[in-house]
């Protein structure tokens, strides 16, 4: 089993930064891919981006130039770095880690105000 622990959401303006943080325990071994997902009112869940074991990134477009995922293995943390925050990007931010089965976090609010 793993858990997955979020913090770093909140409050910020447009253009501003934040960084979110993913931290995991539990049969870590077991992760093939680390992830970041975000669920906005009446929409639907979707990816943000996603860190493979070996480091390789994926980012959604509507992210991509502003957005960064990356890992610290000796902590057992992902992060996601983002900058020059829009409104739009208001969101509950979900970590997910995938591997034999998928876990999720307990989410983060991002709220971005224009």
């Known amino acids: 089993q793993v858990r997955l622990v979020e913090s770093g959401g909140g409050l910020v303006q447009a ?6 943080s993913c931290a995991a325990s539990g049969s870590i071994f077991r992760i093939l891919i ?3 997902y975000r669920q906005a009112p009446g929409k639907q869940r979707e990816s943000v981006a996603t860190i493979t074991s070996g480091g390789s990134t994926n980012y959604a477009d ?3 130039g502003r957005f960064t995922i990356y890992r610290d293995n000796a902590k057992n943390t992902m992060y996601l770095q983002m900058n020059s925050l829009k409104p739009e990007d208001t969101a509950v931010y979900y970590c997910q880690s995938s591997g034999i089965l998928n876990y999720w976090g307990q ?3 991002v709220t971005v105000s224009s």
């Not at 253009?15 to 979110?20: F, T, V």
């Open 15 to 20: 253009g501003g930064s934040l960084r979110l």
């Open 62 to 64: 509507s992210v991509k």
């Open 107 to 109: 989410g983060t609010q």
């Open 34 to 36: 680390m992830g970041w």
